[in-house]
């Protein structure tokens, strides 16, 4: 089934770095953009990062831009994010996201695939 | 940066109920507004994009509607399993932004 799982989640001291992964399966990958999508514990979902359904674009939120990477493997139907220099204001659930608006146009504007989501914990 | 200012940040109602949470963005965003239903430890869950189209399988009496700046989720009558946080979010920037949540809390 269309699903997608996140992976790499963990306890990581301040200023330090971690890598999260988002296996996608059931669906054909490279035919859509992705996003990471953040909750920090009892807040409200912050967008992070999209990267084009080819990798072609990225586009991040400032509060992570210049410390996080978003990346993508087409061949291994895999999502990256690469959080470096990492602060306490980091800790939160991280869900992977699919927009479901494919190049060709057809399909949903809008996240219509999640995963269950990675928890960051930045801590000493 | 596109804001998305949504109210109420919170609201109690009982079963049955009619319900509207508003959002608002800080510039014209052309429908392109989804709205999201969290549960306490889950995902997010699709219920409408471009403002007004219900997902598949989304119970119709989710409804949605706008333009410009100010959109409208309504719940027609509440359900038991309506109780959640609510999210919009804008997509017409590649910034995407979320609204701060509504949370529907049984009265």
């Known amino acids: 089934q269309v699903q997608l799982v996140e992976s790499g989640g963990g306890v990581v001291q301040p200023g330090r770095s971690l890598r999260l992964s988002c296996a996608a399966s059931?669906?054909?990958?490279?035919?859509?953009?992705m996003h990471w999508v953040r909750q920090a514990p009892g807040k409200g979902l912050e967008w992070v990062a999209v990267?084009?359904?080819?990798?072609?674009?990225?586009y991040y939120a400032d509060s992570v831009k210049g410390r996080f990477t978003i990346s993508r493997d087409n061949s291994k139907n895999t999502l990256y994010l690469q959080m470096n220099s990492l602060r306490a204001e980091d800790t939160a659930v991280y869900y992977c996201?699919?927009?479901?608006?494919?190049?060709?146009?057809?399909?949903?504007?809008?996240?219509?695939?999640w995963g269950q989501g990675t928890m960051v914990t930045v801590s000493s | 940066d596109i804001q998305m200012t949504q109210s109420p940040s919170s609201l109690s109602a009982s079963v049955g109920d009619r319900v509207t949470i508003t959002c608002r963005a800080s510039?014209?965003?052309?429908?392109?507004l989804a709205w999201y239903q969290q549960k306490p430890g889950k995902a997010p869950k699709l219920l409408l994009y471009a403002a007004s189209r219900l997902e598949s399988g989304v119970p119709s009496r989710f409804s949605g509607s706008g333009s410009g700046t100010d959109y409208t989720l309504t719940i027609s009558s509440l359900q038991p399993e309506d109780f959640a946080t609510y999210y919009c979010q804008q997509y017409y920037s590649t910034l995407f932004t979320f609204g701060g949540g509504t949370k529907v809390e049984i009265k």
């Open positions: 059931g669906f054909t990958f490279s035919s859509y953009g």
């Open positions: 510039q014209g965003i052309s429908n392109s």
């Open positions: 990267i084009w359904y080819d990798g072609s674009n990225k």
């Open positions: 996201a699919r927009f479901g608006l494919q190049p060709t146009g057809g399909g949903k504007e809008a996240f219509d695939i």
